[in-house]
């Protein structure tokens, strides 16, 4: 340290790390909370954007206010650039179960498409391996990855179809519908049969089976009554969807 460092506090990293109580207070004079925000935009350390990021783990009132906040919060990340931004964004998407949609948004302006869908795909791999509470952050991945046709999408993808919320039972029947992925038929098909399944999720699993084009071969009379317009079973044992 410094001669320097000891009149103002520590060196850049530290001080960045000391600030972070006053950028994630809720309450007091809003002013506290804004020039903390602003000194760590000023500094060009990774750990000022990590206790940058800290801050879309709150919300604050007004909603107006919190708004602002985090709309100027998310625009200083981004001026720290690629290399020093990146690295704490994705450190913060493997380990926070909040603002999932704040580091994916930020990533997507700092790194192309595909490295963002390494990063979901990554996350979901350590979600799926480590028991969460809150299912927002699953729902957000999913959500992202519907759509891609990144083969490396499905595997971690069908992990969910056994999670504890109905909410990310659906986002992954979304993201596997596009593929013709057959190691997760059975999984589906198992889903859509189970007793204690959901309506909702059970018709998200007959669109889902319908779009990937997959037979109910083995599940043909438990598959029948739980059909509903606009999902029919053809001759080919193949759930259609009706027009």
Known sequence: MGLLDIFTGGSGPEKALKLKPKVVQKYGDPATRQKAIQQLGEMKYPEAVSVLLSRFTIT?????????????????VKSFGKDVAVPPILEFLRTSEQAASWALRLLGELTSEEEVISACVSALQHLSAHYTRNPEKKVVLLHHVAGSQDARIPPVVVPFLEDMSDDVKIAALKALGTFKYEPAREPMLKLLTADETARRVQTSALGALAEGGFSVEGYQEKVQPLLVEPYALGNDQRIQRRA
């Open 60 to 76: 604050v009132d007004p909603l107006t206010t919190d708004a602002d906040e985090k709309e100027h919060t998310f625009e200083l």
